[in-house]
């Protein structure tokens, strides 16, 4: 059974830093595109960024960010615990929301050229993060 289970979440203040975890089950983080997405509420859900699946020559995968967070977040997986974190620095209150992360065997090239897609086919439940000012 495929389950992703975000953890990490909760208060930070202005200019802070969260590492927001998810972990996997039921795959492995080689074969799959996972990607992170963010929704606020009375906003849409926002795809801030996404990891390839691994190979020979990109073990750790090609990365895509959206320019909202580009510079202030990092995208990153640990291949051996199947787990793919975001780094998130330089905390602001626009980015209160509640993270969710998700997976999808097949849209990796749509990651590479395009980043996330609301069409992945595995979702967690999410992880709140709420930045004070």
């Known amino acids: 059974e495929v389950q992703l289970v975000e953890s990490g979440g909760g208060l930070v203040q202005t200019g802070g830093s969260v590492r927001l975890s998810c972990a996997t089950g039921?795959?492995?983080?080689?074969?799959?595109?996972i990607a992170w997405f963010r929704q606020a509420p009375g906003r849409e859900r926002e795809g801030l960024s996404c990891i390839t699946s691994s190979d020979d020559d990109r073990r750790d995968g090609s990365t895509w960010y959206a320019d909202s967070v580009k510079g202030r977040f990092t995208i990153s997986k640990n291949r051996a615990l199947n787990t793919v974190y975001l780094q998130m620095n330089n905390l602001e209150p626009g980015d209160t929301a509640l993270y969710s992360c998700?997976?999808?065997?097949?849209?990796?090239?749509?990651?590479?050229?395009?980043?996330?897609?609301?069409?992945?086919?595995?979702w967690g439940r999410g992880t709140q993060v709420t930045v004070s000012s």
């Open positions: 998700a997976a999808d065997y097949s849209l990796h090239w749509f990651c590479e050229g395009y980043g996330p897609s609301e069409d992945y086919h595995y």
């Open positions: 039921g795959f492995s983080t080689d074969d799959y595109a």
